[in-house]
């Protein structure tokens, strides 16, 4: 049988999609389930000094108002899990932190009388003064680390090497806070069933994650708590976390003594949900005349909330991406009157690429030198910020093929020098990267006596196609066909995953499917050569091997027994195994990272300053590919992202008042079919022994690095204006 992974196979839940038959958390079909809805604050700092909510008590079918003068206060209240939770905003105190904090939920028979009563409830305030500007005066510190990285880094002389430089750049480049908007919003059905036992079935990319927070909060015990998210909308780090709306859900729940329902507005998903924080990042390179790196500084100034820290990793790229003996790495943060930021498609890569590939870009032509060439004259044979080998890396494989594939060599250097008529046409490119993490995961693997299997893990299928590749993994360890595998994830019932976050889901969760098949395999074939009836009687487990559901002798095809006959005469009923795998220890040897070419076509209206991109192309080496049809639309999907990232995305605050003013899709300007180029997507064969079992990468992040620096390059060689302030909208060109 032709192993199934690897093959461009259609999802597996894609006729559930098409259908609408796919439930998602909001989707959940709960008997008596009532209506939550968050009032959130209409300042951004201060106090709650009274609320008035008489309108709200007596509008029609409204069961109960919480605000912070009569919700109850939870045991776990001020507790946090590891570094990746949040400090959350659940009616425990009158502080009010950041714009459209949840100051009142008011719980009601209808999402309509809902609505209306949440109008009704009338919040006074005792304002104080934000402060929201990033600048580099204020309350400015270096945190602790920056997630699994340390904060700062040095290695060689920076300052010595940059002072000897033949060629020198010294840049700041800025992005704007980034909201998420995912086409699924947040959403919580939460069911108290008394005697303190709790389901919930939550929009999360992490189901083991929000138990554990539940748990915490309100003082439950492991096997009172149940989290369920059998489908996701999107996810891209927004829903990594428990945030604010799913313990309210719960107290609402509680409250009314019936199933709650909960789902976040969009204008909410740009209060208390999580964003990517704006950055100022110092760029300095010092080089030889030959092109050679001599010197490297990035430092990164993010902001963050008062009252919790999200570190935005920058500067890590910058310490392994190039060759160079003299590199040096800071993060800084400023704590603002704002929400927390989070976890953002490539957190901190795709920030962090933007401004070191820009700044590559710019030393290219103040060398005279081809972006590629000088890239490849920096290329890193080995991780020289850890001083490890790389586990595998193709990219100057990537380079060749995506530059024969886009034409790059029919660009001409020189920056207006190619037009359509009277349009400006510019060419960019840009290094992609993005680490292949691994973490402990398990899931189990049944075979039933009608030669079916089920495998389940507490893993999350975020929309990038999870269930299709773990049954592909799934059904090659079994030695079944794809129809008689049944996957099904995203409950904490089953054996635990880590949260899908980080690109790491294929990578972690793949593994312990495969390791359950293949033990099930195991089990099955000692029973047959165990079995004085089976043609296999008497064989060494060396001996066989299976494919369709049928054990044979691998010398000997003819010598077959099928599973259903194994279990049949066993007169088992059926076999259950569960396996776990942990992070492969051959990875501590190794530096382990996806690489990538990106490669950007603009057009450019020389009068208006309109920016169109009109081509995009992208070469990916991730180890191996479980599904070419996902992995695919995976790097598209973080392509077309990097379009709103170059150009259009960008949340703005009001200074005076701390608030949000682009509150919605009509504000907050996102790419739309119309704005979506040709986008070509090359894969470049790699083989990665070190890795984790399966030689397979992440790639749900890999596809945004390098995006938004490609198109930024294009726009310069295009109009000869560098915008290093992201968006680059019309204003910044004409």
């Known amino acids: 049988m032709t192993a199934l992974t690897g093959q461009g196979l259609d999802r597996v839940d894609g006729r559930l999609k098409v259908t609408g038959a796919a439930q998602y958390s909001s989707d959940t079909p709960v008997a008596n389930v009532a209506y939550a809805v968050i009032v959130g604050s209409t300042i951004s700092t201060g106090r709650v000094s009274a609320v008035d909510t008489r309108a709200a008590d007596a509008a029609g079918g409204v069961l109960a108002v919480l605000t912070p003068m009569n919700a109850p206060k939870l045991p776990g209240a001020n507790t946090k899990g590891p570094p990746n939770d949040r400090a959350l905003q659940f009616l425990q105190d009158d502080m009010v932190r950041y714009d459209g ?83 699924e919003l947040h959403a919580t059905v939460a069911v108290w069933q008394g005697q303190d036992r709790l389901t919930v079935y939550d929009a999360t990319q992490g189901v083991y994650g929000v138990k554990r927070k539940l748990m915490r909060l309100f003082g439950l015990s492991d096997d009172k708590v149940r989290v369920i998210s059998h489908f996701l909308g999107g996810g891209f780090g927004c829903k990594g976390a428990a945030w604010s709306h799913v313990p309210l859900a719960v107290m609402a729940a509680i409250a009314v003594g019936r199933p709650v329902k909960l789902v976040v507005t969009r204008q909410q998903m740009f209060a208390f949900v999580g964003h990517r924080p704006p950055t100022s990042q110092h760029v300095s390179l010092g080089a030889a005349r030959d092109g050679k790196l001599t010197a490297v500084r990035h430092e990164l100034l993010a902001h963050t909330s008062r009252f919790d820290e999200f570190v935005e990793g920058c500067a890590v790229v910058t310490r392994s991406l190039y060759s160079c003996p003299n590199v040096r790495t800071s993060h800084r943060l400023v704590r603002l009157d704002v929400a927390t930021p989070t976890f953002m498609r490539a957190p901190g890569e795709s920030t962090g690429n933007y401004a070191l590939e820009s700044a590559m870009d710019e030393l290219s032509y103040a060398l005279g030198m081809d972006p590629i060439a000088l890239r490849l004259r920096n290329h890193a044979a080995r991780d020289e910020g850890a001083n490890k080998p790389w ?146 009687h008497g064989l060494s487990l060396e001996q066989l091997d299976a494919s369709g559901g049928v054990l044979f002798a691998k010398f000997d095809s003819g010598r077959r027994d099928a599973y259903v006959d194994v279990l049949s005469r066993s007169q088992r009923p059926e076999i259950v195994v569960e396996a776990s795998t942990r992070e492969s220890e051959d990875r501590a040897g190794y530096s382990l990272r996806g690489f990538g070419a990106q490669f950007a076509e603009v057009r450019v209206d020389p009068d208006l300053g309109e920016v169109r991109v009109s081509r995009l192309l992208g070469a990916f080496a991730a180890g191996k590919i479980l599904n070419a049809k996902t992995a695919r639309s995976q790097l598209m999907g973080g392509m077309v992202w990097g379009v709103g990232y170059a150009l259009t995305e960008q949340t703005r605050y009001d200074l005076r008042d701390g608030r949000v003013v682009t509150r919605d899709l009509a504000d907050y300007l996102v790419p739309v079919n119309a704005d979506v180029p040709a986008v070509d997507v090359l894969f470049v064969d790699e083989v990665d022994p070190h890795v984790n079992e399966l030689g397979a990468k992440g790639i749900g992040e890999l596809g945004l690095t390098g995006a938004a620096a490609a198109i930024a390059n294009a726009v310069f060689h295009a109009t000869g204006k560098r915008v290093r302030d992201l968006p680059i909208t019309l204003d910044k060109i004409i």
Request: with cysteine; net charge neutral; aromatic share 6%.
């Open 101 to 183: 904090q949840p100051v009142a939920v008011v719980v009601a028979d209808s999402l309509e009388r809902a609505q209306h009563a949440a109008s009704l409830v009338n919040v006074t305030y005792q304002p104080s003064r934000p402060n929201v500007v990033l600048s580099g005066t204020g309350d400015v510190y270096a945190p602790a680390k920056v997630t699994r990285d340390e904060t700062d880094s040095n290695r060689g002389d920076f300052d010595a090497a940059f002072a000897a430089a033949h060629v020198r750049l010294d840049a700041t480049y800025t992005t704007p806070a980034q909201n998420h908007n995912p086409i």
């Open 391 to 536: 586990s595998s890396k193709s990219l100057k494989e990537c380079y060749e093929r995506g530059a024969k594939q886009f034409g790059w060599a029919r660009r001409t250097r020189a920056p207006r020098s190619m037009k359509d008529g009277n349009v400006l046409i510019g060419w960019g490119m840009a290094t992609a990267t993005y680490p292949a993490h691994q973490s402990a995961a398990s899931a189990s693997a049944r075979l039933g006596s009608d030669g079916t299997a089920l495998v389940r893990t507490g893993t999350q299928d975020i929309g990038t196609g999870t269930y299709t590749i773990m049954t592909q993994i799934a059904a090659d360890a079994l030695g079944l066909p794809l129809e008689r595998v049944r996957f099904e994830l995203g409950d904490t019932t089953f054996p635990e995953s880590p949260m899908s976050a980080g690109s790491q889901t294929a990578a972690s969760t793949g593994p312990a499917v495969h390791r359950a098949g293949l033990e099930l395999r195991r089990q099955l074939a000692e029973l047959a050569v165990g079995d004085a009836r089976s043609p296999l």
